[in-house]
């Protein structure tokens, strides 16, 4: 066993405070890391506050974790002591089905293993995330964080990049193509950087208008301040596709609207509210309504490496483990441009 410092919520509602995690003994395949950064996720926020479905407390979240192997199990052949590794949203799967067989593990029939607030592949053991000075996992399911990245930086790509990237390479984003990203925070910003460098024409469309500017330098080549898309009546039938980012709800129809015929509104941002949209909105135009989740590892590894190779990371506010409750605060409120990420030296001074 090894003993990691972590900040956990004990039970819903509560605030989080330290705790510690007893991480299991390396297995064959295992991996201990020392967490360096851990990004912090708008879900991060949701689950330790028992908004969303079953929730497993005491819960330690964070699933955006790059650090270093400490320690490695006897049959690790992947990885080496001293490198400099990630670890995302999901830790394990069932490895058998046809999804896990494709390299799609997130879609796992059995479902797969989340960082946090899931159960181990025993169906008894919790599983507790990156906010903790050290994690164990199975080589399979680490990522190599290539040198040109900024670790700190780069935490916030094993979550918000990959939930980018995913849809972006699935419809084939590129030259020729007209995306919009729906929102500009932190999964919109990164999006926007990587359908760039894809090569696609980028617009962000947001209800924010001092965000123009940001948008601008992040990458788009256009901004659009709306939150009544009926009414842009010079938006209709502008977008091949559009990444749906935001948790509040839009009026999907109209947002729909937007798309040229074939066009796809992908969904990424959960609202905690159900939305409804009119068929006729997709039939007129064989528009197609979709959702996406995270990209296999393999995919993971491919966006990683193409950031590294374009020079993309994430825009972060580093801060504290002993802050993140002030964090979550900012969070609610969207005052954060456009990710936090823990320094987890101030849990091992």
């Known amino acids: ?10 039970r819903r509602g509560e605030a989080l405070s330290p705790w510690q995690v007893e991480r299991r003994a390396l297995r064959p395949h295992d991996v ?8 912090v996720c708008h879900s991060d926020l949701h689950q330790a506050r028992g908004e969303w479905g079953r929730q497993l407390f005491p819960m330690v979240p964070g699933h955006e974790i790059v650090g270093r192997v400490l320690r490695a199990g006897t049959a690790v052949s992947r990885r080496r002591v001293g490198e400099r590794v990630g ?17 799609l593990e997130p879609y796992c029939a059995q479902g797969m293993t989340a960082t946090y607030n899931s159960l181990e592949r025993d169906g008894l053991t919790p599983s507790y995330g990156g906010y903790a000075t050290a994690i164990v996992v199975d080589e399979a399911f680490t990522l190599a964080i290539p040198e040109a990245l900024p670790p700190d930086a780069a ?7 990959i939930t980018m990237y995913s ?3 699935h419809w084939k984003a590129g030259p020729g193509m007209h995306v919009a990203v729906l929102g500009l925070g932190g999964l919109g910003h990164i999006g926007v950087k990587i359908a760039r460098a894809l090569g696609a ?7 924010s208008a001092h965000k123009e500017q940001d948008a601008l330098r992040l990458g788009a080549h256009a901004f659009h301040c709306a939150s009544d898309f009926a009414a842009q009546t010079h938006l209709r039938g502008a977008f091949d596709l559009i990444l749906h980012t935001v948790s509040s709800r839009v009026d999907l129809d109209a947002l729909a609207g937007l798309l040229r015929r074939d066009g796809t509104l992908v969904m990424l941002g959960i609202s905690p509210e159900p939305q409804g949209l009119r068929a006729f909105s997709l039939i007129s135009q064989r528009r197609s309504l979709a959702g996406s989740t995270l990209g296999g590892i393999a995919q993971i590894q491919e966006m990683l490496d193409f950031c590294a190779q374009h020079g993309i990371s994430c825009d972060i506010e580093r801060i504290r483990m002993q802050d993140i409750n002030e964090a979550f605060e900012r969070l609610q409120r969207g005052d954060v441009r456009y990710r936090f990420v ?3 030296a101030s849990l091992r001074a």
């Open 342 to 344: 823990i320094d987890m």
């Open 1 to 10: 066993m090894y003993l990691a410092q972590a900040f956990a919520a004990q």
């Open 167 to 169: 849809p972006l390479r």
């Open 87 to 103: 670890v995302g949203c999901y830790v394990d799967s069932c490895r058998r089905c046809e999804s896990c067989l494709q390299g």
């Open 155 to 161: 935490a916030p790509l094993l979550c918000a990049g």
């Open 201 to 207: 024409e980028v617009s962000v469309l947001s209800h």
């Open 32 to 39: 201990l890391i020392e967490i360096d950064f851990c990004g």
